[in-house]
């Protein structure tokens, strides 16, 4: 069949409309078999899980390409949405009710967040104080809580008042503390882009959306500052290129 029309373009994929209800999320031709097997079985181990989120029917090919069928979703995703309304404090409130949700969940069958961390941070070029950081990581608790690993404005939909998680690829079990830290990560501290007007605008939006979610989270900054510190340097093994242009505050 043909594929229908395009929703969404991402780093390793484009969504297309499938067939009714559903889309497929089509994989770049040079994007890992096991990566793609990977995410769905991801999306199974949630599957039954208390939280709002499309279900994943199935890899399938398309051409040289293979993809993921999943429900589709409408709405719109919380950072467009914010960006729209400006309510801060709502898409905070929003960000941290749906957190709750996912945090309130065990597993045992994915990694180990502080194996994923301790991996990047060995792996890290260039790496200051490295085996400082790595006593910092012994010192912080295993768990078996699932932590998304990726839970930011942009992998979150809005339809109706109602939130819906996308993109468990990241899923790893531990303290929930990582995946607060993780996402107070995302928020404050990745770059904005060059070419975005208004930058420092956007910065002081950035930082206070992070310390409204936190307060409704409540969590203060002090209680994941050491895990905000191990994040920082296995950013550096995970995703280099991004490191001299992060936002230090």
Same mark, same amino acid.
């Given at each position: 069949?043909?594929?229908?029309?395009?929703?969404?373009?991402?780093?390793?994929?484009?969504?297309?409309?499938?067939?009714?209800?559903?889309?497929?999320?089509?994989?770049?031709?040079?994007?890992?078999?096991?990566?793609?097997?990977?995410?769905?079985?991801?999306?199974?181990?949630?599957?039954?899980?208390?939280?709002?989120?499309?279900?994943?029917?199935?890899?399938?090919?398309?051409?040289?390409?293979?993809?993921?069928?999943?429900?589709?979703?409408?709405?719109?995703?919380?950072?467009?949405?914010?960006?729209?309304?400006?309510?801060?404090?709502?898409?905070?409130?929003?960000?941290?009710?749906?957190?709750?949700?996912?945090?309130?969940?065990?597993?045992?069958?994915?990694?180990?967040?502080?194996?994923?961390?301790?991996?990047? =941070?060995?792996? $890290? &070029?260039?790496? %200051?104080?490295? *085996?400082? !950081?790595?006593?910092?990581?012994?010192?912080?608790?295993?768990?078996?809580?699932?932590?998304?690993?990726?839970?930011?404005?942009?992998?979150?939909?809005?339809?109706?008042?109602?939130?819906?998680?996308?993109?468990?690829?990241?899923?790893?079990?531990?303290?929930?503390?990582?995946?607060?830290?993780?996402?107070?990560?995302?928020?404050?501290?990745?770059?904005?882009?060059?070419?975005?007007?208004?930058?420092?605008?956007?910065?002081?939006?950035?930082?206070?959306?992070?310390?409204?979610?936190?307060?409704?989270?409540?969590?203060?900054?002090?209680?994941?500052?050491?895990?905000?510190?191990? =994040?920082?340097? $296995? &950013?550096?093994? %995970?995703?280099? *290129?991004? !490191?001299?242009?992060?936002?230090?505050?």
């Amino acid at each position: 069949m043909k594929l229908g029309e395009e929703i969404g373009v991402g780093n390793t994929a484009t969504v297309y409309e499938w067939t009714e209800g559903k889309v497929i999320k089509l994989f770049y031709y040079d994007y890992p078999r096991k990566s793609i097997e990977k995410e769905f079985q991801n999306a199974k181990i949630i599957s039954n899980m208390g939280f709002q989120k499309p279900k994943a029917y199935g890899i399938v090919a398309y051409g040289e390409r293979l993809g993921i069928i999943y429900d589709k979703i409408g709405g719109k995703s919380l950072e467009t949405w914010v960006m729209e309304t400006g309510d801060v404090e709502g898409c905070a409130l929003y960000m941290a009710n749906l957190h709750k949700k996912i945090i309130s969940n065990t597993v045992t069958n994915v990694p180990s967040y502080k194996e994923f961390l301790r991996y990047n =941070i060995l792996r $890290a &070029r260039g790496l %200051e104080d490295r *085996e400082k !950081i790595l006593s910092i990581l012994d010192q912080l608790p295993d768990g078996n809580i699932l932590c998304h690993g990726d839970f930011h404005p942009g992998n979150i939909f809005i339809s109706g008042g109602q939130t819906i998680a996308i993109d468990f690829m990241n899923i790893c079990q531990g303290h929930f503390l990582y995946d607060v830290a993780r996402t107070t990560f995302l928020i404050q501290y990745t770059p904005v882009p060059e070419e975005v007007k208004d930058k420092e605008v956007l910065l002081k939006l950035k930082r206070l959306l992070t310390d409204l979610y936190l307060v409704e989270m409540g969590i203060t900054r002090e209680m994941i500052q050491n895990y905000l510190t191990v =994040i920082m340097a $296995a &950013r550096m093994g %995970e995703n280099p *290129e991004e !490191i001299s242009n992060l936002v230090y505050e």
